[in-house]
């Protein structure tokens, strides 16, 4: 059990890095916390203009979702990844730093996804870019392809993954209450719409 708890630590300290909030403010651009929606994550990253910037906190949010995972599997097994799955995504959208206002997880569940089994992270990024084609909402892609990733592990039989991926998934739908009702009233803004 020790093992599991130093690997939901090592996991929360990567994810607790908020990447988005950091190139922001080492660029100059407006302070994420005043424009859009007010979020650290690559979405809101998008709303100052800069395309770059919102791309590397997608790579960068991601990859410390996976690097905790590879490194926990690599050292400890698999229970361990899963343990550094759960610290990483908590320290994302929970980080001590921030007073515990973080993201809304969507770019970290990707990237744990990504190192637990990557073909759930394939069924992610298809349901993703697909209702991102349709809709031009962000939040709502990323509300559809957390289920989806449920459901590819699910129907691949990945079933202790499931139960793993269904709670960070409950936890990133709780993170979205507010896009959800924006998305309700039609108020939800559009990818790339500036804030
Ligand atoms: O990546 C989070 C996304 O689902 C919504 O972001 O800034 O539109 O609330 P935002």
Sequence with gaps: AL???IALAFGYLLGSVP????LTRFAGTKDLRSI???????TNVLRTGRKDLAAATL???ALKGTVAVLVARHFAGESA??????GAFLGHIAPVWLRFKGGKGVATFLGVTIGLFWPA???FAVVWLGAAYYTRYSSLSALMASVATVVAAMALGNNNLAVLLAVLAILLWLKHHENIRRLLEGT?????AKG
């Design 3 to 5: 093992v599991l708890l």
């Design 19 to 22: 990447f988005g909030l950091l």
């Design 36 to 42: 859009g929606s007010g979020n650290i994550g690559a």
């Design 59 to 61: 790579v960068l949010d």
């Design 81 to 86: 990844a899963m343990a550094a799955a759960v």
């Design 121 to 123: 992270a394939i069924a």
């Design 188 to 192: 939800e803004g559009k990818i790339g």
